[in-house]
């Protein structure tokens, strides 16, 4: 298994120029849904990200959110939060301001595209399934570093790449750091990037976890045997292949019931399932909710 210092000591760092996003009063704004994983700062003020089929998530000052790729995601501003206005220097011509709103409460991000390879392995948080959350306080040094890769981000000179990347490498550390004690199953995952052969079977699920997997297909992707993939799968993430299926369907369901209103019988096939019985069965040990009561327990819609 691929071991967190052998992960960070391969990774490769690569970061869109960002954009400030502000809103206040009882704004809401849309932070898209990018064919990317999305990281969000936290500047100033607080408020509450709302991610489609995933539970919302509050923030506050120093707080860094990677959002996963192609879920529908806004941020609204704590009502009760007061939030200074910004003196920031002027921004470089890459990047954008999105304001929404005005009021004396309100939260500021600062957004962005980030890509992640490791030895040649690219996109690896292209199939993060869940938010990962890092919570910096005033003397961390990863803020420091963050506020810097801002600074060089907006006002460009000569190096400023190359420092930038070496920055953002520091924060993602911090952040596989906190996940891997936190909630060590949500980037478990990663451990497939030092094989191809996994990695291949890894992009296949997350990329159409609708299609009809089975282990002998996958293993057909993978380029091994069906009694060495599963026994290699098995050691590299601690459970079968079908299971991360299984995962990957219903994540995906998660998404569909909050974003389309197509209904738990036309959802189950697009999950790849046969059975609504069987799917709701599933998504109920999975959620601890039924699909329908999942539908209606997250009525306010994505922006």
């Given at each position: 298994?691929?071991?967190?210092?052998?992960?960070?000591?391969?990774?490769?760092?690569?970061?869109?120029?960002?954009?400030?996003?502000?809103?206040?009063?009882?704004?809401?704004?849309?932070?898209?849904?990018?064919?990317?994983?999305?990281?969000?700062?936290?500047?100033?003020?607080?408020?509450?990200?709302?991610?489609?089929?995933?539970?919302?998530?509050?923030?506050?000052?120093?707080?860094?959110?990677?959002?996963?790729?192609?879920?529908?995601?806004?941020?609204?501003?704590?009502?009760?939060?007061?939030?200074?206005?910004?003196?920031?220097?002027?921004?470089?011509?890459?990047?954008?301001?999105?304001?929404?709103?005005?009021?004396?409460?309100?939260?500021?991000?600062?957004?962005?595209?980030?890509?992640?390879?490791?030895?040649?392995?690219?996109?690896?948080?292209?199939?993060?399934?869940?938010?990962?959350?890092?919570?910096?306080?005033?003397?961390?040094?990863?803020?420091?570093?963050?506020?810097?890769?801002?600074?060089?981000?907006?006002?460009?000179?000569?190096?400023?790449?190359?420092?930038?990347?070496?920055?953002?490498?520091?924060?993602?550390?911090?952040?596989?750091?906190?996940?891997?004690?936190?909630?060590?199953?949500?980037?478990?995952?990663?451990?497939?990037?030092?094989?191809?052969?996994?990695?291949?079977?890894?992009?296949?699920?997350?990329?159409?976890?609708?299609?009809?997997h089975t282990l002998d297909?996958?293993?057909?992707?993978?380029?091994?045997?069906?009694?060495?993939?599963?026994?290699?799968?098995?050691?590299?993430?601690?459970?079968?292949?079908?299971?991360?299926?299984?995962?990957?369907?219903l994540q995906l369901a998660?998404?569909?019931?909050?974003?389309?209103?197509?209904?738990?019988?036309?959802?189950?096939?697009?999950?790849?399932?046969?059975?609504?019985?069987?799917?709701?069965?599933?998504?109920?040990?999975?959620?601890?909710?039924?699909?329908?009561?999942?539908?209606?327990?997250?009525?306010?819609?994505?922006?």
């Amino acid at each position: 298994m691929l071991t967190l210092d052998q992960m960070l000591d391969g990774l490769t760092v690569e970061v869109q120029p960002f954009a400030i996003c502000e809103a206040r009063g009882t704004s809401c704004i849309d932070l898209g849904s990018l064919p990317h994983a999305t990281l969000h700062y936290v500047l100033a003020g607080a408020g509450t990200f709302t991610l489609a089929g995933l539970p919302s998530v509050p923030s506050s000052s120093g707080m860094i959110m990677i959002a996963p790729a192609r879920v529908p995601h806004s941020v609204q501003a704590d009502p009760s939060a007061e939030c200074q206005a910004l003196t920031c220097s002027a921004l470089d011509a890459d990047w954008h301001l999105y304001k929404s709103g005005d009021g004396a409460n309100g939260v500021v991000l600062a957004c962005g595209e980030i890509a992640i390879g490791y030895r040649g392995v690219e996109g690896l948080l292209d199939c993060l399934q869940v938010p990962l959350i890092c919570n910096l306080d005033d003397n961390d040094a990863v803020k420091v570093s963050f506020e810097q890769i801002l600074r060089e981000l907006a006002e460009p000179k000569a190096g400023g790449r190359s420092l930038v990347r070496a920055l953002m490498q520091q924060c993602l550390i911090q952040i596989l750091r906190q996940t891997s004690v936190t909630a060590p199953a949500e980037i478990h995952w990663l451990t497939a990037a030092h094989d191809q052969r996994l990695w291949r079977v890894v992009t296949a699920i997350f990329d159409h976890p609708e299609a009809p997997h089975t282990l002998d297909t996958l293993a057909e992707i993978a380029r091994m045997s069906r009694s060495a993939f599963a026994d290699h799968f098995k050691r590299a993430f601690g459970r079968g292949p079908i299971d991360l299926v299984k995962q990957a369907r219903l994540q995906l369901a998660a998404r569909l019931l909050l974003t389309s209103q197509r209904s738990i019988k036309a959802i189950t096939r697009d999950i790849g399932y046969t059975s609504r019985s069987y799917f709701s069965r599933a998504f109920h040990e999975h959620f601890g909710i039924s699909p329908i009561d999942y539908r209606a327990s997250h009525h306010r819609p994505v922006p």
